[in-house]
């Protein structure tokens, strides 16, 4: 073997499982990509069903994905979050937020991520309920969240909400890991 060789078969060898560990993190990096696009194309033809499957019910649909900003602040640093369901509806005089899901778990109150997220919106919208739409058993359920009296009356009302939601937030920044 000549030490004049640029690389020797020890580099090659490296060389080539940097290069095969390289391509093995795209092609994951793509099938997770494809998962996920696939997951959001599926959920977004639920949401289509969903407005049809509610007008059907005698829901108007009012607006779609509305958005509201709320408002977190941590030792004295304000964070912005934007809360954005899938629907505001009608029915009658009533409105309500209207969220879709889908899968066995996800269309559980039981389950602490759904109740948690209703809870959210039913505190940041200020809605009478809550309509949890299951859309693989085409079923729709009315929620309503039933807080201690010194959360939803007197002047204070407002602010225990907003409490509330500043909570929900944080629990969802520390899953991000935000902070």
């Not at 095969?20 to 069903?49: D, F, P, T």
């Not at 030792?75 to 969220?99: C, H, M, Q």
Request: charge should be positive.
């Amino acid at each position: 073997m000549s030490s004049n060789a640029l690389l020797q078969p020890v580099d090659w060898l490296v060389l080539g499982l940097l290069v095969l560990g390289y391509l093995v993190w795209l092609i994951l990096r793509y099938k997770k990509r494809s998962r996920l696009k696939h997951k959001m194309a599926v959920a977004r033809n639920k949401e289509k069903q969903a407005i049809k499957f509610l007008e059907k019910n005698g829901y108007k649909v009012t607006d779609v994905q509305p958005g509201a900003e709320m408002k977190t602040i941590v030792n004295d640093r304000e964070y912005s979050t934007w809360i954005r369901p899938d629907f505001l509806v009608k029915k009658g005089n009533r409105e309500y937020v209207a969220e879709v899901k889908s899968g066995a778990m996800a269309t559980r109150i039981t389950n602490r991520m759904t109740r948690r997220q209703l809870l959210e919106y039913y505190v940041v919208f200020g809605t009478k309920g809550i309509l949890l739409v299951d859309m693989e058993k085409k079923r729709i359920r009315e929620i309503e969240f039933e807080l201690p009296n010194r959360f939803t009356q007197g002047s204070h009302c407002r602010i225990y909400q907003v409490v509330i939601g500043a909570i929900i937030v944080i629990y969802f920044f520390k899953k991000l890991g935000v902070f």
